[in-house]
């Protein structure tokens, strides 16, 4: 673990990471993949931002309208309070020029998110869920979540925890297109720039101060009343607030000056679409040497795979024949590092069947072995893993959202449900200030913001980090121990109920049942 | 919330006594006032009335008060600043009056600009902490205050933002603008009767400012031991967050008493709600406690 205190790095990662990190990850389209793309947007935009309107100042500035960041403009669509307010959205992604015809058809891609019933719920709030309805998803009520060294595994279903469902799989342009369909149904009044952010400047330095009437924008901005971006196409822009969803690399993260705690793991994932011969309705986890594999049912017979594995393990699996790596895939879900968890509850069942009172224990409890894979039905993609937190979420006039705030290990799907949990929170807390009359980019405002969502958010990521490191080790008594807590956490219900309504998207922390 | 009047006032005393040790935050923090500390109902000399048009820049002379004032400004309006307690508050205040002025209006809370087409005057407006927020809900807004300085750094910064330029900002007092014949849906003052020396004309002052039907918001500090000890013991002679003589205990109302000269001023209070602190999470709460700083909203006899 070496452990960083990174004011943000140069971006160097190479070629597939460019391609695959924020899709999978979270927070929306990649832009710097796209930025060579972008040029060609940029006469097609469909507001046409000239430069002449550029005096006229936003009211936000979204910076990254992947899916966070269009989570938060739909929140702000479709929210009384705030459907009036002028947004400029900054983004090179393609996906926001010409959004994309999806083909229920087409193989699902391999860039999904788990979604919680939380996320569902402000989505349905939002009336984006119905767009999504009319999409390929596949919603999941059990989870089987065991480890190689065959002594413990446990079995999750929503029945636990009263709820339909414990979440649902969705393409992550599904997502983005349902939250771009859903604003265009308001009259929310959006100007997309196809372009980059190069420079923000909050607090222009006291020299410059010219107070001239003749330009109100300008002295608004020479006050510290205004954000000012300058964009790629060489377009500026002047926002009350800007809203940083530009992802783990984030550019305003890096220009706000807001510094991050985090650290790499030595584990890459590897995700791809995979085929059954049958329907699969569970969500699986196993625990391998090298870090969890999961399977997620994505619809019609599909699954979607995400690998955790050495860096070194990742790249001859990409490149392996398709067939070597199906049976690679079906052998790490079954047999393969040691055998099943024992599927009769006797053993070391015993010594917590004091603990269980009288739950009965029902037939679908016990151990089950996933479908098989039989064919690839994508690419493989693979990424680093690495585990970032913004020392900061907001400042005055800068908040940030998302992956731009904090990036988490893929374990439990949780990321993307971290940032829409900020997009929402952020958008609640905007309207918020505008029932009382505040300037919304005023930092009081923005702070409570942050400590709402650094609790939820930090909470998350002490949980999953936790989980991994413990499964990082393959040390004899620890894998007692570790099945130890699998059989707890199975068996002792309250506790088992909790955690599933934490990684559910409650917000409770999951020991204060 | 705001609780039914009378009950509450016969029990008023009992409470009193409860408090008497409490956090010295509480009061403390509430006297960062954005009312000036001079009396309003004296006689002032200035009659200077700054209209919408800040001056424009010609000379080097006005261009270096500019920068002053703006270095003012800034230290007025920053919320981390010396101020922050009064910003914290303020969202609590304002959400009264918002509750308050919807309900007896008939506006619409859930929009952005619910005081669309109401004329209201904030009376001891300070640099414009509460006139601001009013005008981005839609209000017409008037802000008025005695001291010119306040005025100046109001005005400059109510500029910078379309949605405040409208503000009409003056130098005078109540009594001047019913002199004037002015005349508004809303009269608001908020920690200004503390510092009026006689509170039954300035009263009658906000009284007659307003149309019959208007409506009318007090804010100011209870006369009980608990806002003797935290506003003044706590806030002048412990913590020297406030120059010793800002607040005469003695000067300070009692609801009973707010409410009875309201009512000699043909204005009937509808609604009370106290400000209580919470030291833990550093914000303000609407509470039936009015022990300490409480607010009151009245409406104007007529139709």
Same mark, same amino acid.
């Given at each position: ?50 430069? @002449? ?103 999750? /279903?929503?029945?636990?925890? /009263? ?21 265009? !149904? ?11 952010? @190069? ?12 107070? !001239?009437? @003749? ?7 020479? *006050? ?21 969803? !530009? ?13 991050? @705690? ?21 969500? #699986?986890?196993?625990? &391998? ?17 995400? #690998? ?36 009769? &509850?006797?053993?070391?069942?015993? $010594? ?28 493989? $993609? ?56 505040? /300037? ?20 998350? $990521?002490?949980?999953? !980090? ?7 080790? /393959? ?5 007692? &121990? ?14 088992? *109920? ?9 917000? *409770? ?5 | ?79 981390? %600043? ?44 300070? %640099? ?9 809900? %839609? ?74 039907? %208007? ?89």
């Amino acid at each position: 673990m070496n452990r960083v205190i990174a004011r943000k790095v140069v971006p160097t990662y190479h070629q597939i990471f460019k391609l695959s990190r924020k899709q999978f990850c979270s927070d929306g389209a990649a832009k710097s993949s796209a930025a060579a793309a972008s040029s060609q947007f940029n006469q097609e935009s469909d507001a046409n931002p000239s430069l @002449t309107d550029n005096v006229q100042p936003y009211d936000i500035a979204i910076v990254g309208g992947g899916m966070v960041g269009m989570a938060l403009a739909c929140s702000l669509a479709t929210t009384p309070l705030t459907k009036h307010l002028r947004v400029a959205i900054i983004d090179s992604s393609p996906a926001l020029a010409n959004k994309p015809c999806i083909k229920r058809e087409d193989p699902p891609d391999p860039r999904v998110s788990t979604v919680t019933p939380a996320t569902i719920s402000f989505f349905k709030d939002t009336g984006a869920w119905q767009y999504v309805q009319q999409h390929r998803h596949a919603y999941f009520d059990k989870m089987q979540v065991w480890d190689y060294t065959s002594l413990g595994y446990t079995k999750y /279903d929503a029945r636990d925890v /009263d709820k339909e469902v414990l979440g649902c799989v969705v393409e992550n342009k599904v997502l983005h297109s349902s939250l771009l369909s859903r604003i265009e !149904d308001t009259d929310f009044q959006k100007t997309i720039y196809h372009s980059r952010l @190069t420079s923000m400047s909050l607090h222009p330095s006291s020299s410059s101060i010219v107070v !001239d009437s @003749t330009a109100p924008t300008e002295a608004s901005y020479a *006050r510290g009343r205004l954000a000012k971006l300058e964009l790629s196409d060489g377009n500026s822009l002047y926002a009350k607030l800007v809203v940083g969803s !530009d992802g783990g690399k984030s550019q305003v993260r890096e220009l706000a000056g807001f510094k991050t @705690t985090g650290w790499k793991y030595s584990q890459n994932a590897v995700i791809c679409t995979v085929e059954h011969s049958v329907e699969n309705y569970c969500a #699986w986890q196993r625990f &391998l040497p090298a870090g969890p594999i999961a399977l997620l049912p994505i619809g019609d017979k599909f699954s979607n795979i995400v #690998w955790t594995m050495n860096p070194e393990e990742s790249s001859d699996f990409k490149s392996v024949k398709e067939d070597d790596f199906v049976k690679a895939v079906n052998h790490a879900l079954d047999y393969g590092y040691g055998p099943h968890p024992k599927s009769s &509850l006797q053993g070391s069942a015993g $010594m917590f069947s004091w603990l269980r009172g009288n739950v009965a224990i029902l037939a679908n409890e016990s151990f089950e072995i996933p479908p098989k894979v039989v064919k690839l039905a994508s690419e493989r $993609m693979a990424f680093p893993l690495s585990l970032m937190h913004a020392n900061e979420y907001a400042s005055k006039r800068v908040v940030l959202i998302g992956d731009a705030a904090h990036t988490v290990h893929p374990l439990a799907g949780q990321g993307v449900n971290l940032g829409f949990g900020d997009a929402f929170a952020l958008s609640r807390i905007i309207a918020e200030g505008i029932a009382v009359g505040m /300037d919304i980019g005023e930092v009081s405002l923005l702070k409570k913001y942050e400590a709402e969502r650094k609790l939820a958010n930090m909470t998350m $990521m002490a949980i999953l !980090d936790g989980f991994q490191k413990a499964y990082s080790i /393959d040390f004899g008594p620890l894998n007692i &121990l570790r099945a130890a807590a699998f059989h707890g956490a199975h068996f002792i219900s309250p506790l088992k *109920r909790s955690i599933i309504s934490y990684a559910s998207g409650e917000q *409770r922390l999951p020991l204060f049942y | 919330m705001a609780l039914k009047l009378p009950s509450k006032l016969r029990n008023q005393n009992l409470q009193i006594t409860r408090y008497c040790n409490h956090h010295r935050l509480l009061a403390a923090t509430r006297l960062f006032s954005d009312r000036p500390v001079s009396n309003l109902s004296t006689t002032d000399d200035s009659k200077i009335i700054i209209k919408n048009k800040p001056q424009t820049t010609t000379s080097s002379l006005k261009q270096h008060e500019l920068a002053k004032f703006a270095a003012i400004s800034d230290t007025w309006w920053d919320s981390e %600043g010396p101020f922050k307690p009064l910003h914290v508050m303020n969202s609590t205040r304002i959400a009264f009056i918002r509750s308050a002025l919807c309900r007896h209006f008939s506006k619409d809370p859930n929009c952005a600009r619910p005081f669309e087409g109401l004329k209201i005057v904030d009376v001891g407006c300070g %640099g414009g902490i509460l006139s601001e927020p009013l005008a981005r809900m %839609g209000a017409a807004v008037t802000g008025v205050d005695a001291v010119e300085k306040n005025i100046n750094v109001a005005r400059l910064h109510a500029d910078l933002d379309p949605e405040t330029s409208t503000i009409e900002y003056c130098c005078t007092t109540a009594e001047k603008l019913v002199e004037e014949q002015r005349k508004f849906d809303a009269v608001i003052a908020l920690e200004v009767i503390e510092h009026v020396a006689a509170p039954a004309e300035f009263c009658k002052s906000l009284a007659a400012l307003a149309y019959p039907g %208007g409506a009318t918001v007090l804010s100011t500090i209870n006369r009980s031991m608990k806002a003797y000890a935290t506003a003044i013991v706590a806030a002048e002679y412990l913590l020297h967050w406030l120059p010793k003589g800002t607040h005469q205990w003695s000067s300070f109302l009692t609801p009973e008493e707010l409410v009875l000269i309201l009512q000699r001023a043909s204005i009937n209070v509808k609604e009370m709600a106290g400000f209580v602190y919470s030291p833990l999470t550093g914000r303000w709460s609407l509470s039936d406690d009015i022990s300490v700083n409480f607010i009151a909203f009245g409406t104007k006899d007529g139709q």
